[in-house]
């Protein structure tokens, strides 16, 4: 499992977009929300949010551990991309952690919505000239 490998995987996924933070650490994020962040320096670790159940288990395999800062908010952390998640696991993971991001946007800002709200109803107009009876 590569860089590129963990980047294809995402490109599957609606909307998500790639920036470099704090100097070194690739995230994935869906409207301005990481779901998932790769250590750009050797040996590469994957960090990503996922469901308690999934943390509970994960934490448990040899090389997976709760990601520091983030295991409060279920994140994990695989110490060595590849060494602890097959790909066709890993896949399922990063969707369910894009998932659960997306889950917490607000309706407008989640993917397939164009991000324009409908206006408001315009208050009624008043008549500049008053009606004489």
Do not use: Q
Request: hydrophobic letters at 35%.
């Amino acid at each position: 499992m590569t860089i590129e490998s963990v980047r294809t995987i995402r490109r599957a996924l609606p909307e998500v977009t790639e920036d470099v933070k704090w100097g070194n650490d690739l995230c994935f994020c869906i409207s301005g929300k990481m779901f998932a962040v790769v250590d750009l320096n050797p040996p590469h670790s994957l960090g990503f949010k996922c469901t308690p159940e999934e943390f509970a288990e994960l934490v448990e395999r040899p090389g997976i551990v709760p990601a520091p800062y983030m295991a409060r908010n279920m994140w994990v952390l695989e110490e060595r991309l590849g060494d602890s998640l097959e790909r066709r696991e890993l896949e399922r993971l990063l969707k369910t952690s894009y998932e659960l991001v997306v889950a917490r946007l607000p309706k407008a800002r989640r993917p397939g919505t164009t991000g324009t709200r409908r206006p408001a109803a315009a208050p009624p107009r008043r008549s500049r000239a008053r009606r004489r009876h």
